[in-house]
């Protein structure tokens, strides 16, 4: 079995910035691409980033200029570089890894923006 293990959440004041990392807990082969959703309470997931196997990235509007995604191909791991966070940025954020033979997803890892 393949397991997404995130971290990096915390708790941040208004303007500050936080770096999530996603990683494999096994070597996945054939990642088509990599991206970073998130769910805040009573609201519908949205998608943050992603970033393909060819590095093309995507950003929702709400976080463009903000958020940065990166990937390490050879470790099977992406982040997520979150700056000038806001309160609107309060949220459960998961990591996905998308294959040819199924999506895998991470338990999620909150992230707080208050003053």
């Known amino acids: 079995q393949v397991q997404l293990v995130e971290s990096g959440g915390g708790l941040v004041q208004p303007g500050g910035s936080l770096r999530l990392s996603c990683a494999a807990s096994?070597?996945?082969?054939?990642?088509?691409?990599m991206g970073w959703y998130r769910r805040a309470p009573g609201k519908q997931r949205e998608l943050v980033a992603t970033i393909t196997r060819g590095g093309s990235t995507n950003y929702a509007d709400s976080v463009k200029g903000r958020f940065t995604i990166s990937r390490e191909n050879a470790k099977n791991t992406v982040y997520l570089q979150m700056n000038s966070l806001k309160p609107e940025d309060t949220a459960v954020y998961y990591c996905?890894?998308?294959?040819?033979?199924?999506?895998?997803w991470g338990q999620g890892t909150q992230v707080t923006v208050s003053s």
């Open positions: 996905q890894m998308a294959t040819i033979v199924g999506d895998y």
């Open positions: 096994r070597r996945i082969f054939s990642i088509n691409a």
